[in-house]
């Protein structure tokens, strides 16, 4: 996979998208996280919030939209006993029927997403919860987006595809949970130096340019990526 790139006449090429560098941390290392509430399960990537809330709900279905990422939604549902279900999402991305609502049953998981930051809608939200289910908004491509009075009972933010971090998944949880049997473990430490390495590599491929062995290692990162309850 090729990359866009951006040339300065003063700089190296530096890569549009994907995969962040490591930050300067000497700069950041005083800034308390501004996104961060009491309600947060601070987890090692986005899907492994997946996979922790269905195990703490063990719903007989999990609704998802028929436009998604299959490692970061399908794969939590596919290693648990819930069922999948899609719904359709047009081509604008936006769920033009709310009728497929009719078959969703007390207890079932509904998810959805806020595509490139544009919150989900609110209507179908209601809907669901009213339906009796358990809805999850996938907010990992809008972390900056802000909610005064969010709908859903739980969000899910993933820091890593706004700031160069080598793991990070947040789900947050917007009613009361009994969480006195869930325990965390730490991601495996082999993997995570991995993804450390990665990140330092592309912040040198930033700076200086040249070839691309921090790509090879973020796929391998990715491929590796630890699932289920492991902690931030």
Not at 16 to 35: C, E, H, K, N, T
Not at 95 to 119: A, C, K
Not at 126 to 150: I, M, N, T
Request: negative net charge.
């Amino acid at each position: 996979m090729d990359h866009p790139t951006l040339m300065d006449r003063d700089q190296a090429p530096r890569i549009v998208g994907g995969m962040f560098a490591l930050p300067d941390l000497l700069r950041v290392r005083d800034s308390s996280p501004p996104l961060l509430t009491a309600r947060d399960l601070l987890l090692v990537n986005g899907q492994s919030g997946l996979s922790v809330l269905i195990d703490l709900l063990s719903p007989t279905n999990v609704w998802l939209p028929s436009y998604l990422c299959v490692e970061a939604l399908l794969e939590p549902v596919k290693r648990s006993r819930a069922a999948p279900r899609f719904y359709e999402v047009n081509y604008d991305l936006a769920i033009g029927s709310l009728q497929w609502l009719d078959r969703v049953r007390r207890g079932d998981l509904v998810v959805l997403i806020d595509y490139f930051g544009f919150p989900c809608d609110e209507v179908c939200v209601d809907r669901a919860k009213a339906q009796g289910a358990w809805v999850l908004e996938d907010a990992c491509q809008a972390l900056l987006s802000r909610r005064a009075d969010p709908h859903a009972d739980f969000m899910l933010f993933s820091p890593r595809k706004f700031v160069g971090v080598p793991d990070g998944g947040i789900l947050r949880l917007n009613r009361e949970m009994d969480l006195g049997g869930l325990r965390l473990e730490s991601p495996p430490a082999e993997w995570w130096l991995k993804s450390l390495r990665a990140s330092l590599l592309r912040r040198e491929f930033d700076v200086h340019g040249g070839e691309y062995p921090w790509f090879e290692l973020f796929q391998e990162t990715e491929a590796e990526a630890p699932l289920g309850g492991y902690a931030m």
